[in-house]
C-alpha cells in the first residue's frame, strides 16, 4: 500500500474496493490500538500507585493551569513518554508480525543457518510472535553468552527506559510498532492519540480499585490483537 500510486485514469472499481478496505484498516489500526494502549496503562496506574503519582506530577508541571496541552509540551514529557513506552512493550496491542519470504533473485537461497539447517522456501509466510520477545528474559538459543532482553518481564517498570538506562535495552527486542520498510504507518499518530487521551484525563483525575477491577487478566484468544479475556474497570476519582 505504501508504495504504490495510481493515476486516475486506472481507477475502476476494484480500486474503489481497495480504497474503502485501506480505510477501513486505517480505522480499525487507528482506533483500537491507541484506546487499548490507554486501557492498559490505566490498569497498571491502578495497581502502581508511586508511578501514577510521578506522572500525574509531570502532568499538571507542563499542563500548567492551561486547558488544553500543546504537541510540543507533550513530546517533552519524558516520564510520560517512559509511560507509554513500558505499556507498549508490556501489552504492545499487536502480538505478532507477518511476513513472507522473497528469495533473492540470484545467489544463495535464503536458509536459518546458523540457528537452523532449514532452506526457506519461496513464499513461505513467517510469523513473528511481538509478545514472545517483548516479555523474553534473555534468550539463549545457540548462544553461549545468553543475550538480556527484559529482566523480570512481567514487572510494569517505566524507568527501563530512562535516559540513564538506555544503553542497558536491547532496542532489537523492542517492536511494539513492527519492524523494517512495512512496520507501522500511524506510530506518530497512535502514541499521540494514547499521550493526549491519559493526559486530559490525569490532568485532573486519578484512578483507583473498584469492586469491579481486576488484578491479573488472561489474554483473549478470540482476538487478532492483544486484549484481556474479561472487561477492566476503574474507579474514576476526580481531584
Ligand atoms: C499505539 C498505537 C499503534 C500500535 C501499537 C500499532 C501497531 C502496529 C503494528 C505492530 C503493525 C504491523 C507492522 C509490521 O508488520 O511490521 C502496524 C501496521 C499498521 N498500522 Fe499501526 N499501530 C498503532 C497505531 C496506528 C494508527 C494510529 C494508524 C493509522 C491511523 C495505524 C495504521 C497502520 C497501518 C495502515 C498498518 C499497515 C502498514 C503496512 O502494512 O504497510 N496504526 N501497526
Not at 481507477?11 to 491507541?34: H, P
Not at 528469495?103 to 532452506?119: A, I, V
Not at 510498532?177 to 483525575?205: D, E, S, T, W, Y
Not at 480499585?209 to 477492566?232: E, G, H, L, M, R
Request: charged share 25%; aromatic share 10%.
Amino acid at each position: 500500500m505504501k508504495r504504490e500510486t495510481q493515476s486516475q485514469k486506472d481507477f475502476n472499481d476494484k480500486d474503489l474496493e481497495y480504497l474503502v478496505a485501506q480505510a477501513a484498516l486505517f480505522q480499525t489500526a487507528g482506533f483500537e490500538t491507541s484506546s487499548s494502549t490507554m486501557t492498559m496503562t490505566l490498569f497498571e496506574l491502578v495497581h502502581n500507585t508511586a508511578i501514577q503519582d510521578r506522572l500525574r506530577s509531570e502532568i499538571k508541571e507542563y499542563f500548567g493551569y492551561e486547558d488544553h496541552i500543546s504537541y510540543e509540551r507533550l513530546q517533552e514529557m519524558a516520564y510520560l513518554g517512559q509511560v507509554v513506552n513500558e505499556t507498549l512493550r508490556k501489552y504492545l496491542i499487536a502480538g505478532f508480525v507477518e511476513r513472507e519470504c522473497a528469495q533473492p533473485q540470484s545467489g544463495e537461497k535464503f536458509t536459518l543457518k546458523p540457528h537452523y539447517d532449514f532452506k526457506v522456501p519461496s513464499g513461505m509466510p513467517f510469523y513473528v510472535s511481538i509478545l514472545e520477545i517483548q516479555r523474553d528474559e534473555k534468550v539463549n538459543i545457540c548462544l553461549k553468552v545468553p543475550i538480556k532482553y527484559w529482566p523480570d518481564p512481567e514487572k510494569y517498570d517505566p524507568d527501563r527506559f530512562a535516559p540513564e538506562n538506555r544503553d542497558k535495552i536491547n532496542m532489537d527486542a523492542y517492536m511494539p510498532f513492527g519492524i523494517g520498510p512495512r512496520n507501522c504507518i500511524g506510530m506518530r499518530l497512535g502514541l499521540l492519540q494514547a499521550k493526549l487521551g491519559l493526559v486530559n484525563l490525569l490532568h485532573n483525575h486519578s484512578v483507583a480499585k473498584c469492586d469491579k477491577t481486576i488484578d491479573s487478566f488472561k489474554f483473549d484468544v478470540k482476538t487478532p490483537i492483544i486484549a484481556s479475556n474479561v472487561d477492566i474497570y476503574v474507579r474514576l476519582q476526580k481531584d
